[in-house]
């Protein structure tokens, strides 16, 4: 079974500044997705940013990039420039990428809440 | 796309009371997911369905949950005998087949 594992429960930040939030992974499998979701404290979970396991090259989405060591079975995501808006619970997320049944339950980390500092 | 809508957002309910939710998916999505979140925790899968076929449960969903997606559309969630370990949120999402899943606001259950 996969397990994901965020390590730093809180974490805050400066407004403008840069945060790093760490994330591992357990996965004896070659071909997945991993994903950062945000929760505001709406409740809602939106998808901030996605990798797919195959890709070398780190994904991007505007402020938000991820540092996706495969060896190591690491997925941090850093958040530069931040802004009070993003302040919310991150979570860390897995999916296999196997064919239909198996393939679709995500598998989340415990989650890191993050406070930005005006 | 209105997004996913789930109903009701808040349910309190006395220890065992039977509970049912709604779930709304965005209407051309054919995958449909039910997840479980305590308190402090990540969300835990439930279960999920392709259309109106039930593909994958988890070993969480006791014999007194059931769900159903009657038409391939809409889906219910049900409790039965409600325990006070059941307070939780529940989440909806939806999806085409290998895509993102987009979430529900949740339904936050509390039992007394």
């Known amino acids: 079974a996969q397990t994901v594992t965020q390590s730093q429960p809180e974490m805050s930040v400066q407004e403008a500044e840069t945060v790093t939030l760490s994330c591992t992974y357990d996965t004896s499998e070659s071909d997945y997705y991993l994903f950062w979701y945000k929760q505001p404290p709406s409740r809602q979970m939106i998808l901030v940013i996605r990798?797919?396991?195959?890709?070398?090259q780190n994904a991007t989405e505007n402020r938000f990039s991820v540092n996706f060591q495969k060896a190591a079975k690491s997925f941090s995501l850093k958040i530069s420039d931040s802004q009070l808006g993003d302040a919310a619970m991150y979570f860390c997320a897995y999916r296999s990428a196997l064919p239909e049944t198996s393939g679709s339950r995500l598998t989340f980390g415990e989650g890191t809440q993050l406070t930005v500092n005006p | 796309d209105t997004g996913v809508s789930q109903d009701p957002r808040h349910k309190i309910t006395k220890r065992g009371q039977n509970v049912t939710f709604r779930c709304d998916p965005i209407?051309?999505?054919?995958?449909l997911y039910w997840y479980r979140q305590t308190l402090g925790q990540g969300p835990e899968f439930l279960t999920y369905f392709q259309n109106e076929a039930q593909l994958e449960k988890s070993r969480l969903l006791s014999d007194r949950f059931s769900a159903e997606r009657p038409k391939g559309s809409f889906s219910t969630l049900e409790i039965q005998r409600t325990e006070q370990g059941d307070s939780a949120m529940y989440l909806c999402?939806?999806?085409?087949?290998?895509?993102?899943?987009?979430f529900g606001p949740g339904t936050r259950l509390t039992v007394t």
């Open positions: 209407s051309e999505h054919n995958r």
């Open positions: 990798q797919e396991a195959y890709k070398q």
């Open positions: 999402a939806s999806s085409q087949t290998g895509q993102r899943q987009y």
